[in-house]
């Protein structure tokens, strides 16, 4: 099995998860005792928030490089960015490094094609909703017609993601809101939802939601197992 090299802390709670599916996915696939093979550079969130917030993205590209160029001296042979929004610097992150760097993107277009659907409403930060680099990316690789909410929707679900999510909480009135937003997408002609932040994940599950949902923590982990278990 390949070490898979994890950068992760943004925020730790949705590292969290990936690290519990990364390694119930190697135990359902192996058997046994198995788990999985892989390193973890968990950075400050904190210091990545604020530079998001001020649109620093290269000296957030450069930190995350960083943590790539450690991941690879420390054995890990297939990298992930264990968040969504932070694919916005993705190429700065592969381009430090020598081996492979698994998109978060094209798992989860991979997984919206395999299930026959092609117009899907899109929900994650601000930056991943409005900006390109995550939208074009799931527009070009997987030929999907991406909605996003309106403004307001945008900005609930923004602030869902960082004042409760991002710090473990969990609000069943969150909840309510999230469903009521899905509802929108699907009104606009959504087939499916991508849950395009890892914390959703921890919020929204199948059952809210009338459309199939993608969660793209648990996409992007069961991509990984799959690169490597692959020789």
């Given at each position: 099995?390949?070490t898979?090299?994890?950068?992760?802390?943004?925020?730790?709670e949705?590292?969290?998860?990936?690290?519990?599916?990364?390694?119930?996915?190697?135990?359902?696939r192996?058997?046994?005792?198995?788990?999985?093979?892989?390193?973890?550079?968990?950075?400050?969130?904190?210091?990545?928030?604020?530079?998001?917030?001020?649109g620093?993205?290269?000296e957030a590209?450069e930190?995350l490089?960083?943590?790539?160029?450690?991941?690879?001296?420390a054995?890990?042979?297939l990298?992930?960015?264990?968040?969504?929004?932070?694919?916005?610097?993705?190429?700065?992150?592969?381009?430090?490094?020598?081996?492979?760097?698994?998109?978060?993107a094209?798992?989860?277009?991979?997984?919206?094609?395999?299930?026959?659907?092609?117009?899907?409403?899109?929900?994650?930060t601000?930056f991943?909703?409005?900006?390109?680099?995550?939208?074009?990316?799931?527009?070009?690789?997987?030929g999907?017609?991406?909605?996003?909410?309106?403004a307001?929707?945008r900005?609930?679900?923004?602030?869902?993601?960082?004042?409760?999510?991002?710090?473990?909480?969990?609000?069943?009135?969150?909840?309510a809101?999230f469903?009521?937003?899905?509802?929108?997408?699907?009104?606009?002609g959504?087939?499916?939802?991508?849950?395009?932040?890892?914390?959703?994940?921890?919020l929204?599950?199948?059952?809210?939601?009338?459309?199939?949902?993608?969660?793209?923590?648990r996409?992007?982990?069961?991509?990984?197992?799959?690169?490597?278990?692959?020789e």
């Open positions: 099995m390949k898979l090299g994890l950068i992760g802390g943004m925020s730790w949705s590292t969290a998860e990936y690290y519990r599916l990364l390694n119930e996915l190697t135990r359902e192996l058997g046994g005792l198995h788990s999985a093979r892989l390193v973890l550079y968990s950075v400050d969130f904190a210091t990545v928030e604020r530079l998001q917030a001020e620093r993205w290269t590209g930190l490089a960083g943590a790539a160029r450690s991941l690879e001296a054995g890990a042979d990298l992930l960015i264990c968040t969504n929004t932070m694919h916005k610097v993705a190429d700065q992150v592969a381009s430090a490094v020598s081996v492979p760097l698994l998109h978060l094209d798992a989860t277009a991979a997984a919206v094609r395999t299930a026959g659907l092609r117009r899907v409403g899109l929900l994650g601000a991943t909703m409005e900006q390109d680099f995550y939208r074009g990316r799931l527009a070009s690789s997987g999907l017609d991406v909605l996003v909410p309106a307001e929707s900005a609930l679900v923004h602030r869902i993601i960082y004042d409760e999510l991002c710090v473990g909480l969990v609000r069943e009135e969150s909840r809101e469903r009521r937003v899905i509802g929108e997408l699907v009104a606009e959504a087939e499916g939802v991508i849950l395009g932040c890892t914390e959703i994940e921890l929204v599950h199948p059952a809210d939601s009338p459309v199939p949902v993608f969660p793209t923590a996409l992007h982990a069961e991509a990984a197992i799959t690169a490597a278990l692959t």
